[in-house]
């Protein structure tokens, strides 16, 4: 059940390097005319609400972000979306690859704030008010849990979409086996595998959202 998320290679090129450039294939480049088509327009309208969504609570300072988190919104979602197709791979099954998207994102939002507001930034680390015992233990819980950030965003994006997967394979797989010898079952458990599949849709959206929107809330605490 594991080998759709092995690393593979085809002709010695690893296929996760194909993966990871088809996304910008996908889209087309907006020009600078007053009329575009349908799907350029569509394309921006989908851009402009996200990113809305993803910075309303956000100072105008951080709104340089917008691009950046934008592109990335994007390209997990296409990512997600294309591994649910039949004989594809999904690279954001590999905790290596989330991992890579996470730490960077998590340490430019620790460097911008210890730069622009070290002293907000430093105050995060000890609540007002707390006694002069506890201190010292505020302080490394707090520092442990600014470290822990990165790692909880990439498991949480490797976790749901792997757990995703798996279910919709082991439930395809008691389909098939079911069909020869109690067709009735067989046919409920591929109505659940048609739910399952509609919800795997929705989590590739939304988690793609939420790992976007916690880098943002992360920017807007520094």
Known sequence: FFDQF???AFMGIPLIAL?????WILYPTPQNRCLNNRLLTLQAW?????THQLFLPINPGGHKW??????????????NLLGILPYTFTPTTQLSMNMGLAVPLW???VLIGARHQP??????????????PL?????????TSQLIRP???????????????LLIQLISTAAFYLAFTMPTVSILTMGLLLLLSILELAVAIIQAYVFVLLVSLYLQIR
Not at 19 to 23: E, F, G, M, R, S
Not at 46 to 50: A, H, Y
Not at 119 to 132: E, R
Not at 135 to 143: C, F, V
């Open 119 to 132: 002293t907000h930034s430093l105050a995060h680390l000890l609540p007002v008010g707390t006694p002069t």
């Open 19 to 23: 993966a990871l450039t088809l996304p």
């Open 6 to 8: 092995s690393l593979t």
């Open 66 to 79: 917008a691009l950046l988190l934008a592109s990335v919104l994007i390209f997990l979602i296409t990512l």
């Open 135 to 143: 201190i010292p233990i505020l302080i490394m819980i707090e520092t």
């Open 107 to 109: 340490l430019a939002t």
């Open 151 to 165: 790692i909880a965003l990439g498991v949480r994006l490797t976790a749901n979409l792997t757990a995703g997967h």
């Open 46 to 50: 989908f851009i402009r609400q996200l």
